[in-house]
Nanobody
Framework: QVQLVESGGGLVQTGGSLRLSCAAS????????MRWFRQAPGKERELVAR????????IYADSVKGRATISRDNAKNTVYLQMNGLKPEDTAVYYC????????WGQGTQVTVSS
């Protein structure tokens, strides 16, 4: 069974940093585009960042541009999201997504930024 397991979320103060990880298993990770989404209470899920299968191309939402870095390690089947300068509006559940021949989702990890 395909698995995407996020970790690294938690409670952080405004201006702090977090590094989210998403460990993938049971599919050919290196062939999939990987994305991070987030969903805040009462809001739609939004794309935060995207990375190509090789890691050579990245895209960021305007709301996190300059504060977030997405990266991947295909040898470890893991994608990361480094978030710096966190703001209360970054509070959300963060989801990892694998986009390829199929579309896979993780269960999410909560990020809470206190003001």
């Amino acid at each position: 069974q395909v698995q995407l397991v996020e970790s690294g979320g938690g409670l952080v103060q405004t201006g702090g940093s977090l590094r989210l990880s998403c460990a993938a298993s049971r599919f050919t990770f290196r062939t999939f585009v990987m994305r991070w989404f987030r969903q805040a209470p009462g809001k739609e899920r939004e794309l935060v960042a995207r990375i190509s299968s090789t890691g050579g191309s990245t895209i960021y939402a305007d709301s996190v541009k300059g504060r977030a870095t997405i990266s991947r390690d295909n040898a470890k089947n893991t994608v990361y999201l480094q978030m710096n300068g966190l703001k209360p509006e970054d509070t959300a559940v963060y989801y990892c997504n694998a986009l390829g021949s199929r579309d896979y989702w993780g269960q999410g990890t909560q990020v809470t930024v206190s003001s």
